[in-house]
């Protein structure tokens, strides 16, 4: 069935209303009639099932049938620190990565990010991401919309780093070193519910500087597996291994 | 370092000889000259450190300096029964399963699947995708490159299937249901050196008699967590899943 993400504003106990793209998407594309059952979720963690009362020129209106309890968050709120990667790899990035259950992308640049942020178009291309982002939560019926952040420099990184309870940098020499216990380490001492930040490079890699800067912030550097993963397969592994671990193994 | 891949004729006790785009790429591209040295793989499993000794127009020679022992390839074999994806997308998915560390890769056409293969450009098309699979080896350091097979009709597939240790169908039914024990019992039942086959269906997913017609033939049906994920996600969560289980977790 499809699903669609309003704002809390237009969820009600009894009532929904779709406005904007997804009034467009309901009536043009999907051509839903009155009495026509869609899901809608707050992005809070409320979801609802609905059925269709009117479909005006720019909005939908829908009434609860009922509220649907469903558990597709993972416990563990992962936030995805990406080094601003060339092309369109940070679309790949966010749009797996909301599938695969992330909680946040915070992309940052670093000395050896080739691509330096836009600030004029950056605000684009960051309305860009959380449109990709929406879509991928509705796609695989996640109940929240990941968070995707402006870019910040490598020492705002360091800083906003505080605000989580574990940290961890993903770092291809630990890989090259055979480095295969301290991913497993940090998932084990992790509870639900606790907040996880996974720093990833861009396609050069940290320096060796910025790797010391990180560990002193906290940061556990983890080998993710002993293959050399491209920058935009580094959060794959990483959200997926977190999804085993604490949806699916325990 | 610079790595490439040679036949096991082209890799003597102390000599390698690359030829072909390799050559070229040494030559032209990364401008090579005697006395550099590159990393060779045989693709069996033995890799060497090589000097370059000589630059010719279609070939270049190199001396064994030292072996390298090194443990890229997962404990587990794993080879993806892919349902024939829309657009580039079987690119994408033999790309990052090479990362991951399949080892191999095996299309198949089911009653889902929107494209038809054409025997035709499908040699072709093969081809491509086993150079795509021998980049992404180089890159992420692999000693092995996986098998790109053929596509075969879904009848073959299931006779194929008798040749592996264990066999699991990715069903997004089983997610949406909340299967969550699976995939961890078949991985906590495999041991080393283990063939695993995991089907994932195409953008449509099985119908409910291609997924009968699995279980009958020992597929076992499990959830990726709880998301629904695209089809060319659900390989990459599965590899993930396996190298955390059996390269970073024990």
New interface residues.
């Given amino acids: 069935m499809q699903r669609y993400f309003v704002s809390g504003n237009d969820m009600s106990e009894t009532n929904v209303t779709i406005t904007g793209d997804d009034a467009n998407h309901i009536a043009k594309v999907m051509r839903m009639e009155n009495g026509d059952h869609i899901i809608c979720s707050d992005s809070q963690g409320r979801t609802v099932l609905c059925e269709i009362t009117a479909v005006d020129r720019d909005s939908v209106h829908a009434s609860v049938i009922e509220e649907i309890q469903?558990?597709?968050e993972s416990p563990i709120q992962v936030t995805i620190a990406q080094g601003i990667p060339k092309g369109d790899k940070l679309e790949t990035i966010v749009q797996?990565g909301t599938?695969?259950?992330a909680k946040g992308f915070l992309p940052f640049s670093s000395s050896r990010c080739i691509v330096k942020w836009d600030e004029k178009k950056g605000q684009k291309k960051i309305l860009r991401l959380a449109k990709i982002a929406k879509e991928a939560a509705e796609?695989?019926?996640?109940s929240v919309i990941p968070d995707v952040f402006s870019p910040v420099s490598f020492t705002t990184l360091l800083k906003q780093a505080t605000d989580f309870d574990y940290k961890i940098v993903a770092y291809e020499e630990e890989a090259?070193e055979?480095e295969?216990?301290r991913?497993?380490e940090v998932l084990y001492s992790m509870s639900p519910g606790s907040t996880l930040l996974c720093a990833i490079g861009p396609e050069g890699g940290f320096s060796g500087q910025e790797v010391s800067e990180l560990k002193e912030a906290g940061f556990v550097s983890c080998?993710?597996?002993?293959?050399?993963?491209?920058t935009e397969?580094a959060s794959?592994?990483l959200l997926?291994?977190v999804?085993?671990?604490f949806?699916?193994?325990r």
Avoid: C, D, N, V
């Fill in positions: 469903e558990q597709k797996k599938e695969l259950g796609q695989s019926h996640r090259k055979g295969t216990k991913l497993a080998g993710l597996g002993p293959r050399i993963l491209r397969t794959s592994y997926s291994a999804s085993y671990h949806e699916l193994m």
